[in-house]
């Protein structure tokens, strides 16, 4: 089924479809629908189903074709093929549901705050909320969309959270589910095939997504961020996985860094204008955000920590006028949310507009980034707090993505364990990786920018026996390296880790940025920074043994 079948599908639905609601009409209809509760600020709170409480990584699939099949990583577990005939059938499913469902809505939007690469999309839903959801986290269409490269080009997304697959009927095609899973599904419900009953698929050479059972809100952002990750390499852009900020003198930078390690927190200065706080794309022209708004976890939030995310959820308003989604978070008779129980999930969401912080740059565009941050949060507390990185070690440090989960944080989990999930997103990066990591390098050249990699992990030792490091240096660190004040310092260079390492930072001790100098026990840190450096290396063989990685770039690899 072609994009113009579904169009004339879609055409014929219209009579009962909402184009383009307002704001207030698609909140307005997702509490009299009863899809959310309004809570005591005015946001929304909504729930879903256990097996919809975050990423299906296993149900999600990309169609496997004559030029996917070339330039698409089929060795990594993230990238799961699609046969095309599956896919189809897919997709006459959802369109099936969507003229069972009694209303529609439909929302047109685009990703990409540049004109030049803005992709159209329009999303068809039995929703009103996952409506709203999109209205938070997609860009309105720009007047000069005709400048666009997609301009020419729309993706169709079909959303149907709420039915199920026939697992009969897709016995041999989709995946067999465990045990385990077996055990949750919906009670009562017998069914005598093992097969999920979940899709979130793509074609991206056809530009169709469908998603049916994820009632999991960041499905659909994923899924269009996925997108254009595969997209736009073709076109010169590279696409990321960071936050963005610019400073007073116009200067940008990027903050790349996985959960945990303090993207968010450090991204949200006040003497910086945030771009955006999780996708962008670097094309000829600089920086652009990919969409909206914000999607931030809200476990253990409080408005101390995180004053930014905090308010912009949680301020109180009119509910026709808020549009902040809660989902998954505890909630009280009297509408107040409990942000610290985990019960349901730890990971309940809020989207919200980008507008609803206060020291955003309303464009959502910069320059060419003079500056790059690589975060990792690294509990066996041997990386330094702060490294310069030339273009052979940014890419090494990029094609692995390095932090660590912590002790206790997982059952099972009771030392330390290394995690690397490549260009700090891997889930979401479907290409070669040969492609990100030349694309990255040759900018890097082209625009001088300045590479660092910020360590706010332990010191001391590690998790357990050492200490996090003080938030206070880190802003000191990250400060310097954006300020230029690190460009020409005198460095140390660390050989097991292959990391430039600057001997003064303005408002940070000397003593804590070399790690070994830090610990009581110098055996112990001995044994523990080559046990991460062997892990290193494995990583980079069973990631990379058979890729075509540049030598220069292999070398610095810890451990070789």
């Not at 990750?229 to 007073?248: M, Q, R, T, V």
């Not at 959502?364 to 941050?373: A, E, F, Q, R, Y």
Request: proline share 6%; net charge neutral; charged share 25%.
């Amino acid at each position: 089924m072609d994009i113009q079948n579904i169009l004339r599908h879609l055409k014929q639905l219209e009579n009962k479809t909402h184009i383009n609601p307002s704001r207030s009409f698609m909140i307005e209809e997702a509490v009299g629908n009863r899809e959310a509760i309004i809570s005591e600020s005015g946001a929304l709170a909504t729930w879903t189903p256990r097996e919809s409480t975050g990423r299906s990584p296993k149900d999600t699939l990309i169609v496997k074709d004559e030029k996917t099949a070339q330039y698409v990583d089929w060795d990594s577990p993230n990238n799961i093929p699609l046969d095309r005939e599956t896919f189809n059938m897919l997709t006459e499913d959802a369109l099936r549901y969507l003229s069972e469902a009694p209303v529609l809505y439909e929302t047109q939007r685009v990703i990409g705050a540049d004109p030049s690469f803005a992709l159209p999309v329009k999303t068809v839903t039995t929703h009103a909320l996952a409506a709203l959801f999109t209205d938070n986290m997609f860009r309105p269409v720009p007047e000069n969309i005709d400048r666009s490269i997609f301009a020419k080009e729309q993706f169709i997304l079909l959303h149907v959270p709420y039915q199920k697959l026939d697992s009969c009927k897709y016995e041999g095609r989709l995946r067999t589910l465990t045990d385990s899973e077996l055990a949750v599904r919906r009670a009562g419900e017998k069914n005598p095939c093992h097969t999920t009953d979940m899709a979130i698929a793509m074609d991206f050479e056809r530009k169709i997504g469908v998603i049916i059972g994820s009632a999991y809100m960041g499905s659909m952002k994923k899924m269009l961020f996925t997108v254009m990750n595969y997209l736009l390499p073709f076109h010169n852009i590279l696409p990321l996985h960071c936050s963005a900020n610019e400073g007073k003198e116009g200067d940008t930078a990027l903050l790349l860094g996985l959960s945990g390690t303090g993207k968010t927190t450090l991204s949200a200065d006040p003497k910086r204008k945030l771009l955006g706080d999780d996708e962008h794309g670097w094309s000829d022209y600089g920086i652009a955000n990919f969409e909206n708004g914000c999607y931030a976890k809200m476990i253990d939030i409080t408005e101390t920590k995180e004053p930014e995310i905090y308010r912009a959820v949680m301020h109180r308003d009119d509910y026709r006028n808020h549009g902040s989604i809660v989902e998954n978070a505890m909630i009280y008779p009297n509408g107040k949310f409990d942000f610290f129980d985990p019960r349901f999930t730890p990971n309940s969401r809020a989207s919200y507009p980008l507008r609803y912080l206060t020291n955003i740059k309303t464009s959502s565009t910069g320059g060419h980034p003079k500056n790059i941050l690589f975060l990792t949060a690294d509990a066996y507390g041997v990386l330094p707090p702060v490294a310069k990185l030339n273009r052979e070690q940014t890419m090494l440090w990029f094609l692995l993505g390095y932090t660590s989960k912590l002790a206790g944080t997982e059952t099972g989990v009771t030392e330390p364990q290394a995690t690397f999930s490549r260009f700090f997103g891997q889930p979401f990066m479907p290409l070669n990786p040969d492609i990100y990591a030349g694309m990255l390098g040759k900018k890097m050249n082209e625009h001088q920018t300045d590479v660092y990699l910020i360590n706010t992990g332990w010191t001391g030792g590690p998790y357990g026996t050492g200490r996090r490091i003080n938030l206070k240096y880190t802003r000191a660190m990250v400060d310097a390296a954006l300020s230029g004040k690190l460009k020409n310092v005198e460095y140390t260079y660390d050989p097991l880790f292959h990391l430039n390492i600057p001997k003064e930072v303005p408002g940070v001790p000397s003593e804590i940025l070399i790690p070994e100098k830090t610990w009581k026990d110098k055996k112990a840190y001995k044994k523990t920074a080559e046990k991460l450096a062997r892990l290193f290396a494995e990583a980079f063989d069973k990631n990379y043994g058979n890729k075509n990685i540049d030598p220069s770039v292999a070398a610095q690899c810890p451990g070789k």
